[in-house]
């Protein structure tokens, strides 16, 4: 298994920064400031040009259906303006817009962290030897060489590449719900068809296959992404909120709904996200050092979060779940929390 992980490594040197994992058991010196309306803004104003675009498509592919000079090309021409404004693709078009194929950094983590504006300011580094991962390259998988700035998102103190999954896996999410609908399957197993593919990613190269890590906070941050994607054209309901369309019809174009302008992903943003509140599951060559490490930095911790042992037993429970819907949660066998890495396991096996 090292021996495939040091191969990889040596595949991938091209690339010139891996930002594969995060960690906020490392709390700031003081708080962050919030980020969560500044990533609102932009979301709202890609959509805004994504349904711009969509309507300019439609118009311009009616206006060619009208003019073929064959049933063939008139048909053509009304298939791609049906699909431009159609929720699978005006989902495609935002998801390129916004996050698009970058690995591993997408487009909307680039975007947080460019170190010429503000923004990167307002984040918390996370040099490798002051984090829970350790400075030692030979204590560590080799391609864990660089970790994801925390920023604070609606009050969340979250991993930057929980927005990438958000917005990247939750795109593969969604196209996996929407061609198991196709097919004929029920919501629910849709979702649990989508859900599989992210399960799969964090078993595989995105996780446990490459650095010895499934992390479940990913894996919530990819599921929210799915109800995101669903929520453009129809409504969707978290933790009692129903939450209504961000696009809906106004005569022959598509427009951004007000839902768009109030707090647009902060519903979606939980302590779910939280690699502390909701840990990961390590291979064994991990657990030693990287308890060892939390351990240390726990009191700091639960200060800073204004938490306790008991309050922490409670998230954890929570964090199984997002809402009732298993998203692929682990499970706590091997999971390093702030509880089992303390002295706190009484109230953990409560």
């Known amino acids: 298994m090292r021996a495939g992980r040091l191969l990889l490594l040596v595949l991938l040197m091209c690339t010139p920064a891996w930002a594969l994992e995060t960690d906020q058991f490392t709390v700031p010196p003081q708080p962050l400031a919030d980020l969560g309306p500044m990533l609102d803004a932009k979301a709202t104003f890609e959509l805004r040009r994504v349904v711009a675009a969509a309507n300019a498509t439609?118009?311009?592919?009616?206006?060619?259906?009208?003019?073929?000079?064959?049933?063939?090309?008139a048909k053509l021409h009304r298939d791609r303006a049906y699909a431009a404004v159609s929720q699978q693709g005006l989902a495609k078009a935002y998801y390129e817009t916004i996050a698009?194929?970058?690995?591993?950094?997408?487009?909307?983590?680039?975007?947080?962290?460019?170190?010429h504006t503000y923004r990167a300011s307002l984040l918390q580094p996370m040099p490798m030897g002051n984090s829970v991962y350790g400075g030692n390259p030979f204590t560590r998988p080799l391609l864990v060489v660089e970790l994801s700035p925390t920023a604070n998102l609606h009050g969340?103190?979250?991993?930057?590449?929980?927005?990438?999954?958000f917005f990247?896996?939750?795109?593969?999410?969604?196209?996996?719900?929407?061609?198991?609908?196709?097919?004929?399957?029920?919501?629910?197993?849709?979702?649990?068809?989508?859900?599989a593919v992210g399960k799969k990613q964090e078993h595989g190269f995105y996780g446990e296959a490459l650095i010895g890590i499934y992390s479940n906070a990913d894996l919530a941050a990819n599921y929210t992404g799915l109800l995101f994607y669903r929520n453009l054209l129809e409504p969707v309901t978290i933790f009692g909120v129903t939450y209504e369309p961000m696009v809906q019809w106004d005569g022959d174009l598509l427009k951004v709904t007000d839902r768009a302008n109030n707090d647009l992903l902060k519903p979606y943003i939980?302590?779910?996200?939280?690699?502390?509140?909701?840990?990961?599951?390590?291979?064994?060559?991990?657990r030693p050092f990287v308890r060892d490490r939390i351990a240390k930095k726990i009191n700091t911790w639960m200060a800073f979060n204004h938490s306790t042992p008991q309050l922490e037993a409670a998230r954890l429970q929570r964090v199984r779940t997002f809402d009732g819907q298993d998203y692929g949660h682990s499970g706590f066998r091997d999971v390093i929390t702030l509880l089992n890495a303390g002295h706190f396991d009484a109230v953990a096996s409560r």
């Open 58 to 73: 439609r118009a311009t592919e009616l206006k060619l259906a009208a003019e073929a000079r064959s049933k063939s090309a």
């Open 100 to 115: 698009g194929g970058g690995v591993p950094i997408c487009k909307i983590e680039d975007w947080l962290i460019d170190d």
């Open 156 to 165: 969340q103190y979250v991993g930057v590449d929980k927005v990438g999954h």
């Open 168 to 195: 990247q896996q939750g795109h593969e999410y969604y196209e996996r719900y929407i061609e198991a609908r196709c097919q004929g399957a029920t919501e629910t197993d849709a979702t649990r068809a989508a859900i």
């Open 270 to 286: 939980t302590e779910h996200w939280n690699e502390a509140m909701n840990p990961c599951h390590f291979d064994g060559y991990w």
